[in-house]
C-alpha cells in the first residue's frame, strides 16, 4: 500500500495538472517514503505524513500513465490494486524518466540518487522483499496484455497526458513488469 502511495507522489511530478505546490508536496512525500521505507523501525507517523502529502499532489495533479496502465491492469486481469502498482512502479517510472527526464531527476534527488539511472532499482529495494515477483505472479495472463494496453489507451486520463506514451511503450512496460520467467514478446 505504501507503495501505490509513493507511486501517487511520483506521478504527481509529472502528471497532467502538476503545478509547483503539488510538485512541492510529492517530493516532501517521495522523502519521507525513501527515508522510512527503507528504515528498518520506519516512522509511522511520517509514512502517515507522505501518505498524505500524496495524496493531496495527485488529487490536483490528475493521473499520469503510471495509475493509467496500473488500473487498467487491475479491471482487465483482476490483479490485487496496491500489489500491482508495487510491481509497475518501478517501470512506469523508467517510462517517465525518458518522458519526463526533468520531473524524474527531482524524484531521484528526493531519494538520495544522483540521477535517475538507479532510480528503478531504488523502487524495487523500497518495496523489499513484500514486493510480488511480477504480474504474472498476481495473476495477469499473457492473453491480457492487448486488452490491458487498449484499456489504459481509452482511460479518459490518458488523452490530458502531458506527453502520452504509445502503446509500444505501455506493452514494454507491462512486459518489463511481468517477472523473471519473461518470455513473452
Known amino acids: 500500500t505504501a507503495m501505490n502511495s509513493l507511486a501517487h507522489a511520483v506521478e504527481a511530478t509529472c502528471a497532467p495538472l502538476a503545478n509547483p505546490w503539488s510538485t512541492a508536496a510529492a517530493l516532501e512525500a517521495v522523502r519521507l517514503y525513501g527515508r522510512n521505507l527503507a528504515a528498518s523501525r520506519p516512522d509511522p507517523v511520517a509514512l502517515a505524513t507522505a501518505a498524505v502529502l500524496a495524496g493531496c499532489a495527485i488529487g490536483l495533479t490528475g493521473l499520469g500513465a503510471h495509475h493509467i496502465l496500473s488500473q487498467a491492469v487491475v479491471t482487465v486481469a483482476g490483479t490485487p490494486h496496491a500489489a500491482t502498482n508495487a510491481v509497475l512502479l518501478p517501470h512506469t517510472a523508467a517510462l517517465m524518466a525518458r518522458t519526463h527526464s526533468e520531473a524524474m531527476a527531482a524524484v531521484a534527488a528526493a531519494l538520495g540518487l544522483a540521477g535517475t539511472g538507479d532510480l528503478t532499482d531504488r523502487l524495487i529495494a523500497l518495496a523489499g522483499p513484500t514486493r510480488p515477483a511480477g504480474l504474472a505472479a498476481l495473476g ?18 490518458f488523452a490530458r497526458s502531458r506527453q502520452p506514451p504509445s502503446s509500444d511503450e505501455l506493452a514494454k512496460v507491462v512486459r518489463a513488469a511481468w517477472g523473471p520467467q519473461n518470455n513473452i514478446r
Open 140 to 157: 495477469a495472463q499473457v492473453a491480457h496484455i492487448d486488452d490491458i494496453i487498449a484499456a489504459a489507451i481509452s482511460h479518459r486520463w
